[in-house]
């Protein structure tokens, strides 16, 4: 009886903060949005970091209003991670972001090809725009190319519209299909040749 009755008040002391300081309850919580491609992939690639709360893919980019996956005219296939920023960094979360894309390719990604497939930053503030830009040159620095060959672009970011139900969690829950499509589109093969042993990984840049 004492211990279910110690239960209801902390349960009811972390209401009443939650109530009282929701500010300081938000701030323990920051978005991120990306598309690269497939966004069965970018979430399944990025829902695996300590720190990622979770990732929901969705359309945005575009201006078409309540889009689906039969037509996002206009929309990229992005993802919304939602990250606690005490344990990863935006900073980290883009470098895992570009070691999961093609950075050369803005035709689409791998063998998807069209604009709902270009890979995209989408920043929510000036700080990420800044946190954007650093990565970007970074990039140019790790693979010894310059910027101007690097394809993904750095946009301001729109509405995000969900998927549909089937879509999330896409790869947990038909694992057989999505590990088939993953090597038929040769994603992680490319990554090997653009990333080599960083691919897929959130490694500090390399620096030359």
Known sequence: MQCTLKKFLIALIICLFCFEFPGLVEASQQQAV??????????HDLEELSGVISVESGYTGGNLSNPTYQNH????????????PLKISYMKLLRSY???VDPFDGGGQFCDRGDSYRPVIFIKNESQKDYAVQSLEAVAEELDQPTSTLNVEIQDAKKFWLA????????K?????????RYSCGRDARLDAVW?????????????
């Open 196 to 208: 080599g042993k960083r691919a897929r990984t959130t490694k500090q840049w390399a620096t030359k």
């Open 173 to 181: 829950e038909n694992p057989l299909k999505y590990n088939f499509y």
């Open 34 to 43: 990306f598309a690269g491609g497939c966004f069965w992939c970018l979430e």
């Open 98 to 100: 570009w070691r999961n």
């Open 164 to 171: 549909e139900d089937y879509h999330q969690n896409f790869a």
């Open 73 to 84: 005219r206009g929309h990229q296939e992005a993802v919304l991670v939602n990250f606690d």
